[in-house]
């Protein structure tokens, strides 16, 4: 087991490395710092001294991948690769446009978006399972019908409308919670509810028709005619037996988003105005702040290798005849 | 002068790709049949019907031309106007051409905003100013609703008798082909007819779903973002198609270190969260098209590279679930006997993939091609949204939303805007939904035996 574990994070390397030479291929080989400045500096009639006190200023006025006029080991070390790609490893993101620390941003933006995305994700998660358990137990009637037809219609709909049409009726109409803001603490569950409900109602149709498959394939069973034979009723079979070996499939497939909820959601907290780093990565984009790109795209994929990571795990966890080696 | 625009021949060659797979799924008993399990789901045939127009409107939309300014004297050259317009441009001259100068509800013969007016005596009023267009053919404002309903109940009877002709053409179908649910694809014409009907009676004299802040006509902006949305849910298949057929297949069928190299390529980049990838290959793109902006001849142009360059992304990123997918399968099926006899009589690789792995996996092929659509729609709207979407110069749903959104601030509030573009897009979601479900029915053998054992 742990062998199996060293080696899947010595694994998650080349992957890391991968993503690394992705973004540095796409922020510096296809643009070159000298682009960056003249997007950066807005006007196309921009000086040259200006590109270049531009790029001294962020470190960007060194060669991309090798430097023959340093001395020593600086002539890899001096380079925009080092300076700016690798040493993403060790968590040195360096500075945002508005020369801010990344680093200590994104420390401090991690707890706002995990208190957003960790209600949706275990309310919802209880929320679409007892939904999609409803629906199983009502197998082949209209109920059953129609929560399928519910849930074609609530995946039609773009999560953009659930925000903009929760927050216009929750906050503009009933007036029950303040339609953006966030304040640390306790007092943040005045300005998090609205965002929870319209996170999990958005994701109530995908999720549950896909648990519905689940449990309807687990209902086909043998073990479960096995149960009815023995006489137990619907409801036990249902529960006692049904939802603990659907559970296996359901909790292994949505392990993997764990780790990526630290990165929370990037619709919501920018329509809410939460502080966390769903709004960050948006404000980044909008503001074409590459640095900041640059380092959510290596934390993000960071996260999900961990994802990855713990998925298998929990097979094994779950289920005892998975042995990893 | 007629414009070529990537978008459009490439439009238009899936359509004809499309018409001609039909062709040749008809001929082959074995390609029918699944077909035919799909038109004989009552939604999916609704659904078609709603997606047909929705085609309908996207091809017309997708035939450009410039239109010919005035010569001033016989002698002088043709002079082009530097708009691009499309077919459906022509048709709906009367919604294009006759814009307000800001806000006004559906229907409304006033504008939202009040305006100083001058009264013909001198005095000034503060008063909402009649609209240029919308009821401007009413001499007093107390016929509005009198005319409106006149111009609904013409609409909607003419719609009527249309929707009785089609009846007959139905019944003609019906006794040719019975085993198809003809029914709810008729009622679904008739739900279009009866919303349509009114809706082009009223378009004369009205802005039948208001205007926006610039004073364009709602319904216009609706009906051209259909292009925007089908070109980005059909153009990304041809990015996406032979990226995932070709890795996915070959993963599957060489293993060892092809297998390795292609699986270590997609998990890098579905390691990248989706909208971050496709945010900095925008914001790259962004540069590079600052950087040649004299490259395009008119912004429709230059919006439309936009618009391909963007299904170009969206195709290189999302390839992967569809490459995992076929690379499962194939992995399956080089296993089986047949595979090894190919290998044993000395069939070549390539053959073995082209003519016994290819056609064994084309249901998965098919099926991930309309599971994909809906949520390449919904993905532009996203997108458009955070910044990295189409051109803003683009009519899209993503930049009607957007535009919209700060409007539900406004007091009384402009809903309309919004809520075109939510039918709009349900409407076109729903249906790919519905019938992307039918077709997973009909091609999957795993859910067909399914549904026959519960």
Partial sequence: MLAYLVRRVLYAIPILIGVNLITFALFFVVNTPDDMARMQLGSKRVTPEAIEKWKAERGYDLPLLWNSGAAGAAKATQTIFFQKSAKLFVFEFGASEDQRDIGTEIRARMWPSLALALPVFLVGLAVCITFALLMAFFRASYLDLSGVVLCVAMMSISTLFYIIGGQYIASKLWHLVPISGYAGGLDAQRFLVLPVVIGVVSGIGASSRWYRTIFLEEIGKDYVRTARAKGLAEGTVLFRHVLKNALIPILTGVVVVIPLLFLGSLLSESFFGIPGLGSYTIDAIQAQDFAVVRSMVFIGSLLYIAGLILTDISYTVVDPRIQLQ | ?454
């Fill in chain 2, 1 to 454: 002068m007629p414009v070529v625009l990537v978008t459009d021949v490439l439009v238009w060659l899936l359509a004809a790709a499309v018409a001609g797979f039909v062709l040749y799924c008809r001929r082959r008993p074995h390609l029918a049949a699944p077909w035919s399990r799909v038109f004989r789901n009552p939604a999916a045939m609704a659904s078609l019907v709603f997606l047909a127009l929705y085609v309908a409107l996207g091809l017309l939309d997708s035939v450009h031309f410039r239109p010919v300014l005035e010569r001033k004297t016989e002698a002088s050259r043709t002079a082009y106007s530097s708009d691009v317009l499309s077919a459906l441009d022509v048709m709906l001259s009367h919604l294009r051409g006759r814009s307000e100068k800001t806000y006004s509800a559906p229907l409304a013969t006033r504008s939202y905003a009040k305006e100083q007016l001058e009264l013909p005596d001198g005095r000034q009023l503060r008063e909402f100013p009649r609209l240029r267009f919308g009821g401007a053919h009413l001499k007093d404002e107390a016929e509005h609703a009198a005319d409106v309903a006149k111009r609904a109940a013409a609409g909607l009877v003419a719609a009527g008798l249309l929707w009785a002709a089609f009846g007959v053409v139905v019944r003609r179908l019906k006794r040719r082909n019975p085993a198809v649910p003809w029914l709810p694809a008729y009622l679904a014409l008739g739900v279009i007819f009866m919303l349509a009907g009114p809706a082009v009676a009223l378009s004369s004299g009205y802005h039948v779903l208001g205007t926006d802040k610039v004073g364009q006509d709602v319904l216009y902006l609706a009906l051209k973002s259909v292009r925007t949305s089908l070109v980005i849910g059909t153009v990304t298949t041809l990015v996406l198609l032979p990226l995932g057929i070709a890795l996915g297949v070959m993963a599957g069928y060489f293993k060892g270190w092809v297998d390795d190299l292609i699986q270590y390529f997609y998990t890098t980049l579905n390691s990248i969260p989706g909208v971050l990838l496709i945010a900095a290959f925008v914001l790259m793109l962004q540069v590079v098209m600052e950087r040649n902006a004299d490259f395009f001849p008119t912004a429709a142009h230059r919006a439309d590279v936009r618009l391909l360059a963007l299904c170009a992304i969206l195709g290189l990123t999302s390839w992967t679930g569809l490459a995992r997918l076929l690379r499962g399968e194939s992995l399956k099926l080089s296993g089986l006997e047949y595979i090894q006899a190919a290998h044993a009589f000395g069939v070549s690789d390539a053959r073995i993939l082209a003519r016994h792995i290819l056609p064994n996996v084309a249901h998965i092929v098919i099926i991930a091609l309309v599971m994909d659509f809906s949520g390449l729609v919904l993905a532009e709207a996203v997108l458009s949204y955070v910044g990295v979407g189409v051109d803003p110069s683009t009519i899209s749903f993503g930049t009607m939303i957007n535009a919209a959104r700060m409007e539900m601030g406004r007091e009384p509030v402009v809903w309309w805007s919004l809520a075109a573009a939510f039918v709009f897009m349900f409407v076109l979601v729903l249906a790919a939904n519905l019938f992307a479900d039918a077709v997973r029915d009909g091609f999957d053998p795993r859910v067909r035996i399914g549904a026959v054992a519960a």
